[in-house]
């Protein structure tokens, strides 16, 4: 073995384990402090990208529910509106038909006809109110009335459409007609029945839209699950052997100090020699 003050191999090579122990605590404490094994390109470049480009598509998935949602919102106060004025049009109907006998009285018809005309006022009414945050999709006319659009996929390519439903041309005279006569009852019988049909294919088409909104929330729901769950398969550290790894690492610094120091003092024995 040989001694020299200039050069100490032993004490330089504790070092340098030393500085390796450091440098492996360092990257497990900043493992433990994130959370995250891949928190940035320096740690695994391939991960770290894939991660980036599935956090886009988490935020893109974020304004397509949040998209959703108003149009869930905006279909679900449309089809309370339009059931509202289905079941307005039946109760119409009923007084038209009662009003069409011709063996009525003068009174009982005019009472008739303000109910009548008291149902029609309603149906404006609902027609109006059927209003969320500026969206109103019975109120017309379709060429120029509100509709609805919705992104349903991160692509914008995809999109959900309702048009307006204009109920107040679908409606027409059975929306300004009175059952003051017999006549004018059997008229309006048959106008709000062609209305009633024209009603149910309406209904059918807002509650086919809302059953729809709704399956594309419960699928980009799971769908942005899947993704969190492949960013934490790529990125997450795991805390349980980080931990164990940590202290392994505390108890390997600790002996490469002791190591240092014993290397530190092998120089001290070549004064003995000169002793």
């Known amino acids: ?42 740690d695994d470049s391939s991960a770290f990208v894939i991660a980036q480009n599935l956090r886009s598509d988490l935020s893109g998935m974020k304004s397509v529910t949040s998209s959703l949602n108003r149009a869930k919102s905006v279909l679900d106060v449309t089809l309370n509106g339009a ?24 009174a009982s018809r005019t ?47 995809s999109t959900l459409v309702v048009a307006n439903m204009d109920i107040e041309t679908m409606l027409g005279t059975a929306l300004t007609g009175d059952i003051s006569t017999g006549a004018n009852a059997t008229t309006q019988l048959g106008l709000l029945e062609t209305a009633k049909a024209a009603m149910a294919g309406k209904l059918n088409t807002l509650g086919s839209a809302a059953r729809q909104v709704d399956s594309q929330l419960t699928f980009t729901a799971k769908l942005a699950d899947a993704i969190k769950s492949g960013i934490g398969t790529l990125v997450d550290a795991d805390l349980a052997a980080e931990s164990a790894n940590l202290q392994a690492l505390q108890l390997k610094q600790q002996l490469g100090v002791q190591a240092l120091s014993i290397a530190n003092q092998s120089p001290q024995a070549i004064s003995s020699l000169f002793r």
């Open 1 to 42: 073995m040989a001694f020299s003050v200039n050069t100490n191999s032993s004490a330089l090579a504790a070092l340098q384990n030393l500085n390796n122990t450091q440098n492996e605590l360092n990257s497990t404490q900043q493992r433990i402090n994130t959370g995250l094994k891949v928190s940035s390109a320096k």
């Open 111 to 157: 009472a008739l006809n303000l109910d009548f005309v008291a149902l029609q006022s309603q149906i404006e009414t609902v027609i109006d109110s059927s209003d969320f945050n500026g969206s109103n999709l019975l109120k017309g006319p379709a060429a120029t009335g509100n509709s609805l659009s919705a992104l349903q996929s991160i692509q914008g390519s």
């Open 83 to 106: 059931t509202q004025i289905s079941d307005l049009m039946n109760q119409m109907q009923a007084k038209a038909l009662e009003a069409s006998d011709a063996g009525l009285d003068t």
